[in-house]
């Protein structure tokens, strides 16, 4: 893509493939509000969003042709629903040059260990993202060990949504979401990634609130990364002025330019994929004359880096 830097690769760390799977979950508790008609249908209406198809393979297109569109070379697309593994392994199987996937996983489930392995060993998929808000369960509980073995095997990627956690379309149809935020707190990681040293962690949006506390666990473990994925609105949160260009400044500082991922934390269609996001913090690499080298690494070349090792 071409940007203040020159033509640079573009590797979106983090978007989320919300596939047919992901909303007939939502759809299933909600379907007796749409009569006996198209449910799936009018909850898209409801929304204002085109859904996708069964196939998982069309919304892989969908976001490749995103991707053509805009300039990005590659992404990390998410299966955001438990035991979504297989929507995210066909979009990898039919553009595995464009895609890399990762699956959301509850570590609570006696089943989440093999599940994993599977994921990782004959699906192809590059990252386990864990919610401990969502489900429940710290990131020091050695419950999650045989999570982080499975994930040491091959060199996967663990992602882990500390802060504040919404999730908007869930608000929009009035669905619950009991999340317990004593469990959002970045530095329950700091005993896992001492632990298991050689995997790589990636922590989203700047810790989504608890910007303090991901600098320090930065600062401890050089196994930790930040992804500076969506606008980070929860600035407004903090109890002192914080922008997005200070959220890089310090950051740069803690963790230098080579433990920093971009990502936008795209979502769905017709919105597709966040280019505000990226010119935001583009520009704001260059307002902070970040060399051209350094840049390329954060928006692409240290998540290449990282998959490569697997």
């Given at each position: 893509m071409?940007t203040?830097?020159?033509?640079?690769?573009?590797?979106?760390a983090?978007?989320?493939?919300?596939s047919?799977?992901?909303f007939q979950?939502l759809?299933?508790p909600?379907?007796?509000?749409?009569?006996?008609?198209?449910?799936y249908?009018?909850m898209?209406?409801?929304l204002?969003l085109?859904l996708?198809?069964?196939?998982?393979?069309?919304?892989?297109?969908r976001?490749?042709a995103?991707?053509?569109?805009?300039?990005?070379?590659?992404m990390v697309?998410?299966?955001?629903?438990?035991?979504?593994?297989?929507?995210?392994?066909?979009a990898?199987?039919a553009?595995?040059?464009?895609?890399a996937?990762?699956?959301m996983?509850d570590?609570?489930?006696?089943?989440a260990?093999?599940?994993?392995?599977h994921?990782?060993?004959q699906l192809?998929?590059?990252?386990i993202?864990?919610?401990?808000?969502?489900h429940?369960f710290?990131?020091a509980?050695e419950?999650?060990?045989p999570i982080?073995h499975?994930?040491?095997?091959?060199?996967?990627v663990?992602?882990?949504?500390?802060?504040?956690?919404k999730?908007a379309i869930?608000?929009?149809l009035?669905?619950?979401?009991?999340?317990?935020?004593?469990?959002?707190n970045?530095?329950?990681?700091?005993?896992a990634a001492?632990?298991?040293?050689?995997?790589?962690?990636q922590?989203p949006?700047?810790?989504?609130?608890?910007?303090?506390e991901?600098?320090m666990?930065?600062?401890?473990?050089?196994?930790?990364?930040?992804?500076t994925?969506?606008?980070?609105?929860?600035?407004k949160?903090?109890?002192?002025p914080l922008?997005?260009?200070?959220l890089?400044?310090k950051?740069l500082?803690?963790f230098g330019p080579?433990?920093?991922?971009f990502g936008?934390?795209?979502t769905?269609?017709?919105r597709?994929?966040?280019a505000?996001?990226f010119?935001?913090?583009a520009?704001?690499?260059?307002?902070?004359?970040?060399?051209?080298?350094?840049?390329?690494?954060i928006?692409?070349g240290?998540?290449?880096?990282?998959?490569?090792r697997?």
């Amino acid at each position: 893509m071409q940007t203040a830097f020159g033509d640079v690769p573009v590797f979106d760390a983090h978007a989320h493939f919300f596939s047919y799977r992901f909303f007939q979950g939502l759809l299933e508790p909600i379907k007796a509000r749409y009569g006996s008609g198209d449910a799936y249908g009018a909850m898209g209406k409801e929304l204002g969003l085109e859904l996708p198809e069964a196939d998982p393979t069309k919304l892989a297109a969908r976001w490749v042709a995103e991707m053509d569109r805009h300039g990005v070379d590659r992404m990390v697309l998410m299966a955001s629903a438990v035991g979504d593994e297989e929507s995210a392994a066909a979009a990898v199987k039919a553009y595995p040059d464009r895609i890399a996937g990762y699956f959301m996983l509850d570590p609570t489930k006696p089943d989440a260990a093999v599940r994993a392995r599977h994921a990782i060993l004959q699906l192809g998929l590059q990252g386990i993202a864990l919610f401990p808000a969502m489900h429940h369960f710290s990131a020091a509980d050695e419950r999650v060990w045989p999570i982080y073995h499975a994930a040491a095997e091959r060199n996967a990627v663990v992602f882990v949504h500390f802060g504040l956690l919404k999730i908007a379309i869930r608000d929009r149809l009035g669905l619950p979401s009991k999340f317990d935020m004593r469990f959002s707190n970045p530095l329950d990681l700091h005993k896992a990634a001492k632990e298991f040293s050689n995997i790589n962690f990636q922590i989203p949006h700047f810790g989504c609130g608890f910007f303090h506390e991901a600098l320090m666990l930065g600062d401890l473990c050089d196994n930790v990364h930040l992804d500076t994925s969506s606008s980070n609105a929860w600035v407004k949160l903090m109890p002192h002025p914080l922008t997005v260009r200070d959220l890089f400044e310090k950051s740069l500082a803690v963790f230098g330019p080579s433990r920093l991922l971009f990502g936008t934390d795209s979502t769905v269609f017709p919105r597709g994929w966040r280019a505000d996001v990226f010119r935001e913090q583009a520009q704001i690499l260059s307002d902070l004359k970040v060399s051209p080298a350094d840049a390329a690494a954060i928006l692409g070349g240290n998540l290449a880096r990282l998959l490569a090792r697997q």
